[in-house]
């Protein structure tokens, strides 16, 4: 069975520190893909990012940057100078090669304080 | 406009009526799914549908009924709400079985 593992519920940090966000996931798949979501307080989902089990390169997108270890089973979120825009629930999925089964995560709620 | 949209967002129903959920995209994504956020649970997958007229059960699928007759559509019903089915449902596509979910803004759905 899959399994992804947020174990951080809550988090506060002040405007402009880093921050990171855990995810450690379990599969029995080899092909494999995972992905991060926020949602911030009005309750959308936004899509942030999406990983293959075969690209272990590290991404970073503006002060966004994410960590993809399989040695590990994580796929750790890191926000650089944090703002306050950046407060939201952040969830961890995983999605096996079959397409059907999609895991989230029980979610990160970041609170970026002034 | 393109996208993937839900009505109604926000429905208060009795206990023991009949609600359906609509979701409709507009991007011919093969894949469609049913969460229902409910706090200290996460997301949970009720009902994912592969492409039109085939639909599958996820991890609480109990109370829902589901079909999917376009691809652009994919409807949830609940034949006899309960209480415990007050939530947020959320829809979401993806265009084939590898790629992330684009979700719908939610459906705020309250059973008295």
């Known amino acids: 069975a899959q399994k992804v593992t947020q174990a951080q519920t809550e988090i506060s940090v002040v405007e402009k520190e880093d921050v990171t966000l855990d995810c450690v996931y379990e599969t029995r798949d080899t092909t494999y893909y995972l992905f991060w979501y926020k949602q911030p307080p009005s309750g959308e989902l936004v899509f942030l990012i999406r990983r293959n089990s075969f690209d272990e390169q590290n991404e970073i997108s503006g002060r966004y940057s994410w960590n993809f270890q399989k040695s590990t089973s994580s796929f750790n979120f890191t926000i650089t100078a944090s703002q306050v825009v950046d407060s939201a629930v952040y969830f961890c999925a995983l999605r096996d090669n079959y397409g059907q089964n999609f895991v989230f995560g029980p979610g990160t709620r970041l609170s970026v304080l002034p | 406009d393109a996208g993937i949209t839900q009505s109604p967002r926000y429905k208060i129903t009795e206990t023991g009526r009949q609600v359906t959920l609509m979701c409709h995209q507009t991007?011919?994504?093969?894949?469609m799914f049913w969460y229902r956020q409910d706090l200290g649970h996460g997301l949970r997958l009720i009902y994912y549908s592969a492409a039109a007229d085939i639909t599958d059960k996820g991890e609480v699928p109990d109370g829902y009924v589901v079909s999917r007759s376009k691809t652009e559509n994919f409807p949830l019903t609940l034949e006899s709400a309960t209480r415990s089915q007050t939530s947020v449902y959320f829809c979401?596509?993806?265009?084939?079985?590898?790629?992330?979910?684009?979700f719908g803004p939610g459906t705020r759905l309250t059973v008295t």
């Open positions: 979401a596509s993806s265009e084939d079985g590898s790629s992330e979910q684009y």
């Open positions: 991007w011919s994504h093969s894949y």
